[in-house]
């Protein structure tokens, strides 16, 4: 079976979650490679993505594995059976594969959280809004990249507004409403399509106030993608040199103790709105 150039980054992951079991197994690849009557080569393919893996052999893996964890099972399953490629490839010469990444991540998760003390969250960013924080990337990014970063982040949106959209809730400090990105006018559509966005039913937008005598994280921009499972949740941070992925369960542990430590802190919903009002109308 030929490798592919690129794997999707669902595939990716369950590579890595198979690589995960059997190492709890306490076996080599060598070992386990012979209790499933392949190579040891093949084996190591699949754990890093350069080939794919049926259902079945997922189940058969797992039963070697001595894996008794049935919903794990049968998420890891259903992570065999997409083989169609996203919107998102459109961009796949254009744009930094990791956001792709993101873009697949939160497309096929079962909730969506986001905590940023700066900046207003990516998916409930206006174009205008975006474009100006592009616009002051370091390095500095050319006008055609800047327009592809902005429609790729507006089509990530849709996740927010398709049929079967999932729960999100956003944790924005008071300092990233303050902001005036682009200048007052920008600032201003941005607060009130805030507000709109929260009028969804799905969508929770808490506010941590000035006056918060707590601020968990101490301002660490975080999103987290919530998976079928627990163990196949995703966090992902932003860095300089653009998003980094993290799937390890004891990190995982840390930052939903550290959501929950923020939904503890946050203003309620309503008086988030208000508190978003108010500053729209200071304008």
């Known amino acids: 079976m030929a490798g592919r150039a690129a794997p999707t980054a669902r ?22 490679a ?3 009557g392949t190579s040891a080569g093949q084996l190591s393919n699949i754990e890093v993505a350069r080939f794919g893996v049926s259902a079945d052999r997922v189940r ?3 039963h070697t594995y001595s894996c008794t964890d049935q919903a794990l099972i049968e998420a890891l399953v259903d992570m065999t059976g997409d083989r169609k490629r996203g919107w998102w490839e459109e961009y796949r010469e254009i744009l930094p594969p990791k956001l792709l990444d993101l873009a697949e991540i939160e497309h096929h998760g079962t909730g969506l959280r986001a905590a940023h003390s700066m900046h207003i969250p990516g998916l409930l960013q206006t174009v205008d809004h975006a474009r100006a924080i592009y616009r002051q990337a370091v390095p500095e990014i ?43 006018a920008v600032a201003h559509a941005q607060l009130r399509h805030l507000l709109e966005a929260g009028e969804r039913s799905h969508v929770s937008i808490r506010v941590i106030p000035f006056s918060a005598t707590d601020y968990p994280g101490s301002g660490q921009s975080l999103y987290y ?8 949740d995703t966090a992902q941070l932003d860095q300089s040199h653009g998003p980094v992925f993290i799937d390890s369960e004891a990190q995982l542990a840390q930052y939903r103790m550290l959501l929950g430590r923020l939904d503890a802190v946050a203003l309620p919903t309503e008086q988030s ?11």
């Open 11 to 32: 595939r990716t992951r369950l590579g890595a979650e198979l690589r995960k079991l059997r190492e709890r197994a306490g076996l080599t690849t060598t070992q386990a």
């Open 34 to 36: 012979d209790l499933l």
């Open 60 to 62: 058969v893996a797992a």
């Open 142 to 184: 050319s006008p055609p990249d800047i327009e592809h970063r902005v429609s790729y982040r507006v089509k990530r949106q849709a996740v927010l507004y398709r049929e079967d959209a999932v729960p999100y809730r956003a944790f924005i400090h008071e300092a990233a409403l303050r902001m005036r990105f682009g200048g007052p």
């Open 225 to 232: 993608v919530v998976g079928p499972v627990p163990s196949l």
């Open 273 to 283: 709105r208000d508190l978003i009002h108010a500053i729209a109308q200071e304008l």
